[in-house]
């Protein structure tokens, strides 16, 4: 079969959409609201372990890892980054979308387990958002708190 090479364009341009839209599909929790926080259950499972997600009417959300293994470094980014290359070996993206303040995006990178005698190399979670507006993040332990620059500022000034 002889294909021009706009052709070959067009196939391969349309074959890495599709597998994007697969790979980046976001999940969907139930979630559970009673007075000013809106609770996402941890029915989500990471490869590094389940994630809880609050998001409160100010639209400041904490994500809780429960980490699986005693060696997880956890990161926090007030952004949104691209996925990985599907080539790196143990890495997987988690996407929950909340209600009002964004998708919250969990990056892990498992290492395999190295030879006996070796201490064994850390699981990287970077856990990131993509808000609605500017936002900070505070890391500490294995939570994650983003809190929108609106909200810094409202109770600064009151």
Excluded: K, W
Aim: a neutral charge; charged letters at 5%.
């Amino acid at each position: 079969m002889n294909t021009s090479s706009a052709t070959r364009s067009i196939i391969a341009a349309a074959v890495v959409t599709v597998s994007l839209l697969v790979a980046g599909a976001p999940a969907y929790p139930e979630t559970t609201c009673g007075g000013d926080t809106c609770v996402v259950n941890n029915d989500v499972q990471t490869p590094a372990g389940p994630v809880t997600v609050n998001v409160t009417t100010d639209n400041i959300v904490t994500v809780h890892l429960t980490p699986t293994a005693a060696n997880t470094i956890v990161f926090g980014l007030p952004l949104q980054y691209p996925p990985g290359p599907p080539a790196i070996p143990g890495y997987t993206r988690t996407s929950i979308a909340t209600a009002s303040a964004g998708t919250v995006n969990i990056d892990t990178i498992l290492t395999p387990p190295g030879p006996p005698n070796f201490p064994s190399l850390p699981t990287i979670v970077i856990i990131s958002i993509h808000p609605p507006s500017p936002c900070r993040s505070r890391t500490i332990g294995s939570t994650v708190t983003f809190t929108p620059l609106s909200s810094i500022r409202s109770t600064s000034t009151a």
